[in-house]
């Protein structure tokens, strides 16, 4: 039920921490700054290393043909899931999920996000309603907008939320609230002991969540 947002740049670093932390994490998410600190090959070695499903957050916003030659060598080398925005529509959303398993971000945490993108949200869930993603991105940081979605989504789509620890979220209201998943990065990962912050957060959520 915990996804560790493992951004930090150093591969030896990151494959440290995902050691630590394995036993008390379901997944682990690469970002663009793991990616580009240590190379594609990371979500490999995070994978061997771990034996956890990886989630390639790469926020794929592009033209269809753009979209699926990104996600085919991404899928290739061991990313499970890959997360997409919805917001640049179907066909571009399709042309990865033809390729692997998606997770479409249906809304954001940051206030940046209130301009655009959260105004659509009731769109994108009725669209991931349709394209049946493996999961959505809500926030975190705001349990009653997970909770929105939550009633209004297909109820086999898992919701991933974000914006817990660092970003002001709390696991357990999130997961209350209906998250599948929560998603913490530097309240883990920033830690001085990354093990044990994660078995902390293991211990506040489990028996809430089947994830
Ligand atoms: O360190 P922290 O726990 O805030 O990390 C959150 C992670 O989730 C980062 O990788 C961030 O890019 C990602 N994310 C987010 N909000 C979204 C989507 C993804 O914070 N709406």
Same mark, same amino acid.
């Given at each position: ?9 150093? !591969? &030896? !670093? @990151? =494959?440290?921490? @995902?050691? &630590? ?27 061997? #290393? ?9 926020? =794929? ?6 979209? !699926? ?5 991404? +899928?290739?080398?061991? @990313? &499970? +899931? ?6 640049? %529509?179907? &066909? ?52 009653? !907008? ?6 209004? =989504?297909? %109820? ?12 002001? %979220? ?10 599948? +998943?929560?998603?913490?990065? #530097? ?14 957060? +293991? ?7 089947? %994830?």
């Amino acid at each position: 039920m915990i996804i560790l947002a493992l951004d930090v740049y150093e !591969r &030896d !670093r @990151a =494959l440290k921490i @995902a050691e &630590d932390v394995k036993d008390y994490i379901s997944m682990v998410k690469v970002n663009w700054p793991l990616i580009i600190g240590s190379g594609l090959d990371i979500i490999r070695e995070l994978k061997e #290393r771990t034996g956890l499903k990886i989630i390639a957050d790469l926020k =794929l916003a592009d033209i269809p043909n753009t979209n !699926r030659l990104i996600a085919k060598k991404v +899928y290739e080398v061991g @990313a &499970d +899931y890959i997360i997409v925005h919805s917001f640049v %529509g179907k &066909d571009s959303v399709l042309a990865v999920k033809e390729i692997g398993e998606i997770i479409m971000v249906v809304e954001m945490s940051h206030p940046g996000a209130l301009e655009f993108i959260n105004p659509l949200t009731d769109k994108f869930i009725e669209m991931a309603n349709e394209i049946k993603p493996f999961g959505v991105i809500a926030p975190g940081t705001r349990p009653e !907008r997970i909770k929105y979605i939550r009633e209004r =989504l297909n %109820g086999e789509i898992k919701i991933l939320t974000p914006g817990i620890g660092a970003q002001g %979220g709390k696991a357990l209201e999130a997961i209350k609230a209906g998250a599948d +998943y929560i998603i913490v990065g #530097r309240a883990i990962y920033s830690s001085e002991n990354p093990r044990e912050a994660a078995r902390r957060i +293991y211990e506040e959520v489990k028996g809430w969540s089947s %994830g």
